[in-house]
């Protein structure tokens, strides 16, 4: 039985200020947003999978931060030693080709850090894509882009949830790089049960949304009890629960 896997990836990132300063010098139009400009902070990634008759499963949910290993090269190299080992599964991101993946090819190459394969250029690859972005799928061929949080609130998701997913300042205090911590590992699982909605919209056989993220929490909460939104968290899988009942009994 075939069954898809995913690692849903995400970054947080923050500016350089020498970097930017010394850029702002040689070009004054220099701006903040500049790719080149920005440093890995922390990093996620959530691993979960569907088979062919719409039954999900969850794996590890794994992420890194400055605090607890030192600097953007060390993430990085955690990371890419995670996505190596295994290199068979693809890496899903939300906007990632537009500055996730460049931000990791540059800190590739500042730090001499070899690419893991899902995130290595190969023109005219054949067979399953390596790296999906889940942002330019809903795009197509239009031009209107959607913020993950637009697509999150259309597809039910609590807003308590999603209002804890803009971008944090970066941390000081050990309290702070925790709260960064679950920040990241959050947006790897919203970044999967917004993969899911769309599954479901392809007309992908035996999936429901409900069911599917109601096992994506669950398998999220088991494996991170000390997260900051466990209560928020497992409210909504509740009321999905309730929902899915109360159908079951018209």
Known sequence: MKTDTYLAL??????????????????????RRATAVRRV???????????????????EVASWTE????????????????????ADTPVLTYGGLATDIPVLVLTSMAHGLPLPPQLIDQPGRRGPRPHLDLGLMLKGGGRTWSHLSQVLLRVGVPEEMVAAKPAVSRPKKAREWKALRDHVELDCLLLALAKIAWLVAQGHDG????????????????????????????????????????????
């Open 41 to 59: 902070m922390a990093a996620s990634v959530f691993e979960f999978s569907v088979d062919a008759e719409g039954r999900v499963a969850t794996g």
């Open 10 to 31: 995400d970054l947080e990132m923050y500016w350089d200020e020498n970097l930017f300063e010394t850029h702002r010098a040689m070009d004054p139009k220099s701006q």
């Open 67 to 86: 605090h607890g290993w030192g600097d953007e090269e060390a993430i990085v190299a955690q990371l890419f030693a995670y996505l190596r080992a295994r």
């Open 207 to 250: 999936l429901r949304f409900e069911a599917a993220a109601i096992g994506l929490v669950s398998g999220f909460l088991r494996r991170r009890r000390e997260h900051s939104l466990v209560p928020i968290l497992a409210d909504y899988a509740l009321d999905m629960e309730r929902g899915l009942r109360e159908m079951a009994m018209q």
